[in-house]
């Protein structure tokens, strides 16, 4: 039996995060996997578009929540954690690295995206819709960083999509479980260990400003502690990060 919740695969479809979105508004709370081997629509954050090929990645993870929106937002941290192993299996420990909020960079170079979407339901519990979408076998040229994908770093051929994904969720279970069970600090701690850019200079493109400063490291609630050239404290909650040449 799986360690995680049952997956329903597409072959085509407008996006899997959509598509969760529908359910959810129609009742229904999962937990399920969906995935498709080919999005016609899919988006990343802030409403970029995220290109998916046959051969890479595209599934979201339709759950439901006790926890307020504050901290079900948390559940990003838990999904780049478990894209992080799901690299390390792939290409080899120390492969991949986070940058804060939930960007998946193999050697330097973005190859995961994720999106979570959420909305409230008729029983006062939240829906989540956690899209993560991998570049496995292709990555994007028209994109304004840098991307990679998993094959250019492997000498035979990368995974399957499904079975990727078999490894993806089975990962996010166990970071899942242990989030619930205690809290976000061991998610942070995870975090912490596998990010870049801590302690170096970085560049935070808020909705209204931008800002500069030195990367501290995360809050209890998954906010980016930035000092900045004053001395000041700044917390960093939602925005763009970019470190050097990121």
């Not at 973005?110 to 519990?125: F, N, P, Q, T």
Request: net charge negative; charged share 25%; with cysteine.
């Amino acid at each position: 039996m799986a360690d995680h919740p049952p997956i329903e695969a597409y072959d085509e479809i407008d996006s899997t995060n959509a598509e969760a979105r529908r359910r959810a508004e129609a009742g229904q709370g999962g937990p399920v996997w969906l995935t498709a081997a080919l999005q016609t629509a899919g988006r990343g954050r802030r409403g970029r578009a995220w290109s998916t090929q046959r051969g890479n990645l595209a599934a979201t993870l339709l759950m439901t929540t006790d926890l307020p929106p504050v901290e079900a937002a948390q559940v990003s941290f838990v999904a780049a954690l478990a894209a992080c192993d799901l690299a390390d299996t792939c290409l080899g420990p120390g492969a991949a690295r986070l940058k804060w909020p939930n960007d998946v960079l193999v050697h330097g170079r973005k190859a995961v995206g994720i999106l979570v979407e959420s909305g409230a339901r008729e029983d006062a519990r939240l829906w989540l819709a956690v899209g993560i979408g991998v570049n496995l076998a292709h990555a994007p040229q028209d994109v304004e960083r840098p991307a990679a994908a998993f094959a250019d770093h492997m000498a035979g051929p990368p995974p399957r999509p499904l079975d990727a994904l078999e490894v993806l969720a089975t990962r996010f279970e166990a970071w899942r479980a242990l989030w619930a069970t205690q809290g976000f600090p061991p998610v942070a701690r995870g975090w912490t260990e596998r990010a870049m850019g801590l302690g170096e200079r970085c560049e935070a493109r808020l909705p209204n400003r931008t800002v500069s400063g030195v990367a501290e490291g995360l809050d209890l609630d998954g906010a980016l502690r930035l000092r900045l050239d004053d001395g000041a404290l700044e917390r960093i909650t939602a925005g763009d990060v970019f470190f050097g040449g990121s």
